[in-house]
């Protein structure tokens, strides 16, 4: 079955350290990628979203992923994370071929000042 | 303003009753989604539909139920059979998948039965 998984459930970073939350899924055909992330006390936000074209796809907030196809991989990566990064991470695909939007079990990641 | 709107913010209930939360959108989408969220599980998909007047099951459709009558709307009951009920319950809405679209989400409701 189609599946995400995210590597981490938690990570702990200090201000200006840099990120990388791992993400891989499970389905031979084409997909589309997106991050999530859901601050403290408010709803979902989308981060950025892979489609096609350019693999290293740049969000909001400084955030940027990579598509490696070959891995099945789609990490999230901040050069200098602050502490109001301070948050949970999804990642989520949508398969083609299949109706709905998969996600991972999320990364709490928590920067400290 | 476009977008998604999920009623109420929390809700309380008894043990044994039924319950509805709201999930209502503007976005003229034509899919929408039901997810449940657990700390740790991330999340996962109740029910969905594609279009008015057809649902599918998702993942842990045991103890909801839902309809879709109408474009706009597409709400979720939680029923007695749930047996773990109390979560956060988050509505999306997204032009069908299998082309490039995304999901909008709602703000969410918290559900906690005691």
């Known amino acids: 079955a189609q599946s995400v998984s995210q590597h981490n459930h938690h990570v702990i970073l200090s201000e200006a350290a840099s990120l990388e939350l791992g993400c891989n899924y499970s389905?031979?055909?084409?997909?589309?990628l997106f991050w999530y992330v859901q601050y403290p006390g408010q709803h979902l936000q989308l981060l950025l979203k892979y489609f096609s074209g350019d693999p290293l796809v740049k969000g909001i907030k400084g955030f940027e992923a990579e598509f490696i196809k070959s891995k099945f991989s789609f990490n999230l990566r901040k050069p200098s994370v602050q502490w109001s990064d301070t948050a949970e991470y999804f990642c989520a695909a949508s398969f083609w071929g299949y109706s709905t939007l998969t996600f991972g079990k999320g990364t709490m990641l928590l920067v400290s000042p | 303003d476009g977008g998604i709107t999920q009623s109420p913010k929390y809700l309380f209930r008894k043990e044994g009753q039924n319950v509805t939360l709201s999930c209502e959108q503007n976005l003229n989408h034509d899919a929408m989604y039901w997810y449940r969220q657990d700390p740790g599980q991330g999340l996962r998909l109740i029910y969905y539909?594609?279009?008015?007047?057809?649902?599918q099951k998702g993942d842990i459709a045991e103890g909801y139920s839902v309809s879709r009558e109408k474009k706009e709307s597409f709400p979720l009951t939680v029923t007695s059979a749930q047996k773990n009920p109390t979560a956060f319950y988050l509505c999306a809405s997204s032009i069908p998948t299998g082309r490039d679209t995304e999901a909008f989400f709602g703000q969410g409701t918290r559900l906690t039965v005691v």
């Open positions: 389905y031979g055909g084409t997909v589309n």
């Open positions: 539909s594609q279009i008015v007047n057809d649902f």
